[in-house]
Nanobody
Framework: QVQLVESGGGLVQPGGSLRVSCVVS??????????MGWYRQAPGKQRELVAQTFASGSINYADSARGRFTISRDNTRNTVWLQMNSLKPEDTAVYYCNAFLPSSNPVRDYWGQGTQVTVSS
């Protein structure tokens, strides 16, 4: 059974930094072929994409994250990180890790349990 375990969330002051991590285990397929993404969901809002890293090495950021957040992965450690700098109160949300493989049959789409990030003074 595929498991995604996030860690690293917490309380940080505006302007501060935080790094969240996600470790994937239990997949019969190589971690490196998955599209790995970070999403977030604030209270009363829909879940939204923050950043993605593709098997090709390309990266995609939401406008709200570009220039402040950095997504990275280590395929040898089955791990993806999201480094968040210059945090703002509006970044407060539960951050979820996603592993997605649309080309597989069946489609593989896995989620972690989420980690809370709170930006407040």
């Amino acid at each position: 059974q595929v498991q995604l375990v996030e860690s690293g969330g917490g309380l940080v002051q505006p302007g501060g930094s935080l790094r969240v991590s996600c470790v994937v285990s239990g997949s019969s397929l190589s971690f490196g072929i998955y599209t790995m993404g970070w999403y977030r969901q604030a209270p009363g809002k829909q879940r939204e994409l923050v950043a993605q890293t593709f098997a090709s090495g390309s990266i995609n950021y939401a406008d709200s994250a570009r220039g402040r957040f950095t997504i990275s992965r280590d395929n040898t450690r089955n791990t993806v990180w999201l480094q968040m700098n210059s945090l703002k109160p509006e970044d407060t949300a539960v951050y979820y890790c996603n592993a997605f493989l649309p080309s597989s049959n069946p489609v593989r789409d896995y989620w972690g349990q989420g980690t809370q990030v709170t930006v407040s003074s």
